[in-house]
């Protein structure tokens, strides 16, 4: 690939609709990348070769693509701009140094827009926003650009502005190299020019003197300065264009050439204090990580790889972050959508895949440094799963594995009370497209229905008690008895701090569970219980967190002392005090004020201003709690809100419905909190009218 510093790694994100994949596809076709002509409308797209995504016309997957342009390299990863599919661009960001973000010059600032702003800021990206379909009729160029700088700050700047808009847009002009002839442009280039070129010097003060003293910076040093002003983000370009006539985009790619980052630009920096981890293409051996997995029906599993730095060569025998021993690299892949070809080695900065390595999962590391996990959000909307035929179930669960393999954001659980086999994903549209994947690709057809919504158990007050398990039947019998306090354990507890508080005087040793929150303590003195029959009193503890007690649901937060016991030297067995632990357990909790807890999700929704009023409205009925809103131009306003997962199930059908199908909404878990009593009375009920059909 040649020098590191001439490679760009990029992202294409937005909302959907905006055009992304067609940027994509033009950038292949006008660099000479790829033959013929390719469009998303008539279903030849580079990117978009899913069969979901020809069917749908949006993308579905983020898909690799490579080129050369003016002496550089470029890796442009094509992204879904639903929020339904954010989790392919969480994996993406991870992999590049550079966003562009892309705004449809017509609708204006979307829900998903901002999010992947937020998203490639949070990363540290350097991003440029691109403004495309700017030959769409009836827009409003200074109101956006208005917009734009509201919600996303004056570091954004116009690094070229349009000659013409809507059926007039002849090209642009640049801003950092203005032409003497300026006439037609959309905007007045001049002020503009003048505050890019303020943006640029003010990451170095010395040339920020200069240039107010009237020295302009050299073309060297301004190329030197531009790219740690986009670093830095003190400088966030806007460039335009009119992607399906390829208007525009020879000057984006120019832009990257100019001010887009290198991966040496861009030391990778995870962790903090004495945790913190730098990764500096050449300093620190082999460091890479799987972004991404795909299950291909030909080529099956198709993990694709960045080298961050060193290099990976095929057949090298690599440690990994997911195997104990050494994996042997098969032949790596350089991807151009959907069609692979092999090369022998990677460098830093280089974006490849390798196949049928079954021991490689997304956020594996390979080389010497472990970097941390990717962070995908969590979903929340989940239906129950089951094949239309009998006999298919073991199929049903190796496909859905295979979608798990590829897909963070879609978990599979087996309630263990219900026996339902539980698909999550992101939203009502992702569970669909899953649906049609497992009928095109996997030949199976499911049914599915809405699941039991994932509740918790747990107490508000302290409690405490024994239970004896005594069993004589003949022969040996069985005998057990545990005494214990129980009472809450709040969430982020310091559990020494936490002991020391309790007066937990006796404590010999504690077991913690991060994922309940659940800790128990062994206060036992005078061998009361004998050391040996302890695991057996834990197990009956974990049985009972998982299957619950006032309605099947696991419990939390919460905190019990094993403090004193009996046995006897013939008939106490592990068996007799796991029993005698679940039983204690159930007994105590149901002193302790039991309670049910319910997932609260975090949504933003953006309508146009005049439903605003409508959402309160909804949002209210729902139980929800508004906590504010901000315009985001385009007539349209973003309403944040939390509201109960069980309100909001189905809430895409609502929204059209409120909105007319303008609104859009994103939508991820926040915290648990106390259902309310009336409802608590229902979920129970439902749960002991569940129990006697089955008993």
Known sequence: MGNIEKIRNVVLCGHGGCGKTTIADSFLMMTGAVNGKHSVDDGTSICDFDPE??????????????????????????????????????????????????????????????????MAGEAGLGRMIVI??????????????????????????????????????????????????????????????????????????????????????????????????VKTGTLIPIVCCAAKSHTGLKEILDAMVLCGLAPDDFPRTFGEDEKKIVVQPGNNGLVAQVFRTRIDP??????????????????????????????????????QGEHTTPIDVAGPGDIVAVAKMEDLHTSTCLGNVELPPISFPKPMVGLAVAP?????????????????????????DRDPQTKELVMTGMSELHLTVIQERL????????????????????????????YRHKKQSGGRGQFGEVHIRMQPLPRGTDIAKFAVKENFHSMKEYHYDEKS?????????????????????????????????????????????????????VDSSEAAFKTAARQVFKQVFLQAKPTLLEPIVKMEITVPEKNVGDIFSDMSSRNGRVSGSDSVGGSMTVVYCEVPLREVTTYARTLSSITGGMGSFTMEFHHYDTMPANIQQEVIAKANLREEEEE
């Open 53 to 118: 995504e020809k069917k749908h016309k949006y993308s579905i997957e983020a898909a690799i693509t490579h080129f050369d342009y003016g002496g550089c390299h470029f890796n442009v990863i094509d992204t879904p701009g639903y929020p339904d599919f954010i989790g392919q661009v969480a994996g993406s960001i991870r992999a590049v140094e550079n966003a562009l973000i892309v705004v449809n010059a017509h609708s204006g600032i979307q829900v998903n827009t901002r999010r992947v702003f937020r």
């Open 132 to 229: 495309n379909k700017v030959d769409d009729e009836n827009l409003d160029l200074p109101k956006l650009l208005s917009n734009i700088e509201d919600v996303f700050g004056p570091q954004c700047v116009m690094l070229n502005v349009p000659v013409g808009v809507g059926p007039n847009f002849k090209g642009v002009i640049s801003t950092l190299k203005l032409p003497a002839d300026t006439a037609g442009a959309a905007v007045d280039p001049k002020p503009i020019a003048d505050r890019l070129m303020e943006s640029i010097v003010e990451v170095d003060d010395q040339a920020m003197e200069r240039y107010f003293e009237g020295q302009i910076p050299s073309e060297e040093e301004i190329h030197r300065l531009i790219v740690e002003a």
């Open 298 to 335: 030909f080529v099956q599993k198709l993990s694709f790889i960045r080298v961050f730095s060193g290099e990976l060569k095929r057949d090298d025998s690599v440690h990994t972050s997911s195997s104990r021993k050494n994996l042997k690299m098969g032949a790596l892949l350089r991807v």
């Open 388 to 412: 239309k035929s009998r006999g298919d179930e073991t199929k049903l669960s190796s496909a859905l594995h295979k979608v798990v393999e590829e897909d963070p954001t879609f978990h599979l």
């Open 439 to 466: 009928h095109r690709r996997d030949k199976l057809d499911v049914e599915t229905k809405p699941p039991r919504i994932a509740f918790r158990e747990t107490i508000t007050g302290k409690a405490e008690g024994s």
């Open 517 to 569: 929150n659940f800790l128990w303590i062994d206060s036992i003195v005078g061998g009361t219980i004998p050391g040996n029959f302890m695991p057996a009193v834990g197990k009956g503890f974990a049985e009972r967190i998982a299957s619950g007690v006032i309605a099947g649901y696991p419990v939390q937060d919460l905190c019990i002392e094993v403090h004193f016991g009996k046995y006897h030297d």
